[in-house]
C-alpha cells in the first residue's frame, strides 16, 4: 500500500485526566544511604543488591506511589539488599494536577544523562548533579527496575534495553506481558544503559517497566505486578500482604525495535492518532509525516512502540519494532 497524505494535522493535545493523588514522601524522602530519597533495607541471607528505582520523571508518580506502600507496609528482603529511590524529588516537587505534564523535569530530562563522559563532564544542571549524587549507589546494583508510565495511551511493556540478560530478566518478571529489546535515545543514555547494566558480559542487568498511561489507577496495579514478578523471580522477599500473588504472563510477547523515529522538524504529525501496541499489517505503510519526510513502515507486522502523538524536534517520535519467537 503506499497511499500519500501531504500534510496531517498534528492531532490536539487532550484534557488528560489526572486519577491519583501524588504520595506524601516526607517519611522517606531523607533515606538512609547518605543520598536522599534512597532507603535501603538488608536481608538476614546473602544475595543481590536489587533496586527499585521510581520519578526519574517527577510526574510519573504511579511509581512513587508504589514504593511509598511498600516501604510503610514494611517490605524487606529476606536475602541480598533491596533499594527503594525517589529519583527527581526537585521535578516531583513541583508536580500540580492542574498542569501534570509541566513537571517532568526542571532543567533536563534525567533520563538521558546516563552515560560516563556526561556525568564526568563539566556541565551543570539540575539533574545532572542529581544523577551524580546518584551514581555511587547505583554502581553497588546488581539488578534495577526503574518504575515508568506513558503519556500517550499504551499497551504496558517492558524494555530490556540491547542485551540478552535485559531480555532474559523482562520475561522472568512476566508482568506486563509484552517485552521490547532497544537501544534507547539518540538524545542520551538511560539509567538502564549505564555502566554494567549495559554491558553484555557483566552480570548487573536493569529493565524499565512502562506500566501503563500516567496518572491511572491501572497503571498502579500493574507497576506493583511488575515489582512483585521481579522479587519473586530473585527469590528476594519472602511472601508479603503488600505483594500481589499473580501469576507471570502465560503467553508473553517479545519484540525488537528495527527503527527509531526521531522528529527531525517541529512539524511532525502521525497520519492517525496511533496506540502504543498497534501493529500495521503491510510493509511500506504511511504512518507520518515528519516536515516534508514521510515515515513508513519498514517491515510487514510492524508493532508501534509507544508513539508520541506530539514530539518535539530532536526527541523519538515511535520505535519500530519486530516480534519474534522467545
Same mark, same amino acid.
Given at each position: 500500500?503506499? =497511499?500519500?497524505?501531504?500534510?496531517?494535522?498534528?492531532?490536539?493535545?487532550?484534557?488528560?485526566?489526572?486519577?491519583?493523588?501524588? #504520595?506524601?514522601?516526607?517519611?522517606?524522602?531523607?533515606?538512609?544511604?547518605?543520598?536522599?530519597?534512597?532507603?535501603?533495607?538488608?536481608?538476614? =541471607?546473602?544475595?543481590?543488591?536489587?533496586?527499585?528505582?521510581?520519578?526519574?520523571?517527577?510526574?510519573?508518580?504511579?511509581?512513587?506511589?508504589?514504593?511509598?506502600?511498600?516501604?510503610?507496609?514494611?517490605?524487606?528482603?529476606?536475602?541480598?539488599?533491596?533499594?527503594?529511590?525517589?529519583?527527581?524529588?526537585?521535578?516531583?516537587?513541583?508536580?500540580?494536577?492542574?498542569?501534570?505534564?509541566?513537571?517532568?523535569?526542571?532543567?533536563?530530562?534525567?533520563?538521558?544523562?546516563?552515560?560516563?563522559?556526561?556525568?564526568?563532564?563539566?556541565?551543570?544542571?539540575?539533574?545532572?548533579?542529581?544523577?551524580?549524587?546518584?551514581?555511587?549507589?547505583?554502581?553497588?546494583?546488581?539488578?534495577?527496575?526503574?518504575?515508568?508510565?506513558?503519556?500517550?495511551?499504551?499497551?504496558?511493556?517492558?524494555?530490556?534495553?540491547?542485551?540478552?540478560?535485559?531480555?532474559?530478566?523482562?520475561?522472568?518478571?512476566?508482568?506486563?506481558?509484552?517485552?521490547?529489546?532497544?537501544?534507547?535515545?539518540?538524545?542520551?543514555?538511560?539509567?538502564?544503559?549505564?555502566?554494567?547494566?549495559?554491558?553484555?558480559?557483566? #552480570?548487573?542487568?536493569?529493565?524499565?517497566?512502562?506500566?501503563?498511561?500516567?496518572?491511572? =489507577?491501572?497503571?498502579?496495579?500493574?507497576?506493583?505486578?511488575?515489582?512483585?514478578?521481579?522479587?519473586?523471580?530473585?527469590?528476594?522477599?519472602?511472601?508479603?500482604?503488600?505483594?500481589?500473588?499473580?501469576?507471570?504472563?502465560?503467553?508473553?510477547?517479545?519484540?525488537?525495535?528495527?527503527?527509531?523515529?526521531?522528529?527531525?522538524?517541529?512539524?511532525?504529525?502521525?497520519?492517525?492518532?496511533?496506540?502504543?501496541?498497534?501493529?500495521?499489517?503491510?510493509?511500506?505503510?504511511?504512518?507520518?509525516?515528519?516536515?516534508?519526510? =514521510?515515515?513508513?513502515?519498514?517491515?510487514?507486522?510492524?508493532?508501534?512502540?509507544?508513539?508520541?502523538?506530539?514530539?518535539?524536534?530532536?526527541?523519538?517520535?515511535?520505535?519500530?519494532?519486530?516480534?519474534?519467537?522467545?
Amino acid at each position: 500500500m503506499t =497511499e500519500t497524505l501531504d500534510h496531517p494535522a498534528q492531532p490536539p493535545l487532550p484534557q488528560f485526566t489526572v486519577a491519583l493523588a501524588a #504520595p506524601d514522601l516526607g517519611p522517606w524522602r531523607a533515606g538512609n544511604t547518605g543520598v536522599a530519597g534512597f532507603t535501603t533495607r538488608a536481608g538476614s =541471607e546473602p544475595g543481590p543488591h536489587v533496586a527499585l528505582v521510581a520519578l526519574v520523571h517527577g510526574n510519573e508518580i504511579a511509581g512513587a506511589i508504589v514504593l511509598s506502600k511498600l516501604l510503610a507496609a514494611g517490605v524487606r528482603p529476606v536475602r541480598g539488599r533491596l533499594t527503594f529511590g525517589f529519583a527527581n524529588l526537585a521535578a516531583f516537587d513541583r508536580f500540580d494536577p492542574a498542569h501534570p505534564t509541566a513537571s517532568r523535569f526542571v532543567e533536563e530530562d534525567m533520563n538521558r544523562l546516563w552515560d560516563a563522559p556526561v556525568l564526568d563532564g563539566p556541565r551543570r544542571s539540575l539533574e545532572l548533579d542529581r544523577a551524580r549524587d546518584i551514581r555511587p549507589l547505583i554502581d553497588t546494583v546488581d539488578v534495577l527496575l526503574d518504575l515508568h508510565s506513558m503519556l500517550w495511551a499504551s499497551e504496558p511493556l517492558l524494555l530490556s534495553g540491547g542485551t540478552a540478560k535485559g531480555r532474559d530478566l523482562a520475561l522472568a518478571i512476566g508482568q506486563p506481558g509484552l517485552v521490547v529489546a532497544d537501544e534507547g535515545h539518540v538524545s542520551g543514555r538511560r539509567l538502564i544503559d549505564y555502566g554494567a547494566f549495559a554491558d553484555p558480559h557483566a #552480570p548487573q542487568a536493569a529493565v524499565l517497566a512502562e506500566a501503563g498511561q500516567h496518572w491511572s =489507577e491501572p497503571t498502579v496495579r500493574m507497576t506493583l505486578a511488575s515489582i512483585a514478578g521481579l522479587l519473586r523471580h530473585l527469590g528476594t522477599v519472602a511472601a508479603h500482604p503488600a505483594l500481589p500473588e499473580s501469576p507471570p504472563c502465560a503467553h508473553p510477547r517479545f519484540a525488537e525495535v528495527t527503527t527509531v523515529v526521531t522528529a527531525s522538524t517541529a512539524n511532525f504529525s502521525f497520519v492517525r492518532p496511533f496506540r502504543g501496541g498497534d501493529v500495521i499489517a503491510e510493509r511500506n505503510t504511511l504512518i507520518a509525516v515528519d516536515g516534508e519526510e =514521510e515515515v513508513r513502515t519498514p517491515h510487514d507486522d510492524c508493532l508501534l512502540v509507544m508513539p508520541s502523538l506530539r514530539p518535539s524536534r530532536g526527541h523519538t517520535a515511535v520505535r519500530l519494532a519486530r516480534l519474534l519467537d522467545r
